[in-house]
């Protein structure tokens, strides 16, 4: 079992930066993938941005490609998403993931192949 904790979230202006956190504990292993997730309002769940916890390897939605950088702190088991210019369409509850690696690895992935989920942490960027 693998537990998620995210934090970092908050209420900021556009173009402001944000860092989201995700403490990851419990059965940690270096063959799993985090992701990192978010959902507005009335909207499905979307992808965001992976990471092969073993390479560091990534992949990132276009809408967020150049502006958000997600990486990974082998020691201390933390994943972290730095925001960048923040628009009032990132607005959302951004949740971190992990699943593990089967060979597979791809930008947009479903949330469907994710199974540790955090309780998600709030994002809004006001205009």
């Known amino acids: 079992q693998v537990q998620l904790v995210e934090s970092g979230g908050g209420l900021v202006q556009a173009g402001s930066s944000l860092r989201l956190s995700c403490a990851v504990s419990g059965r940690t292993s270096n063959s799993y993938v985090m992701g990192w997730f978010r959902q507005a309002p009335g909207k499905e769940r979307e992808f965001v941005v992976n990471i092969k916890w073993s390479s560091g390897a990534t992949n990132y939605a276009g809408s967020v490609k150049g502006r958000f950088t997600i990486s990974r702190d082998n020691a201390k088991n933390m994943v972290y998403l730095q925001m960048y210019s923040l628009k009032p369409e990132d607005s959302a509850v951004y949740y971190c993931?992990?699943?593990?690696?089967?060979?597979?690895?791809?930008?947009?992935?479903?949330?469907?192949?994710?199974?540790?989920w955090g309780q998600g942490t709030q994002v809004t960027v006001s205009s």
């Open positions: 993931s992990a699943r593990y690696y089967t060979g597979s690895f791809y930008s947009n992935e479903p949330d469907s192949k994710y199974i540790y």
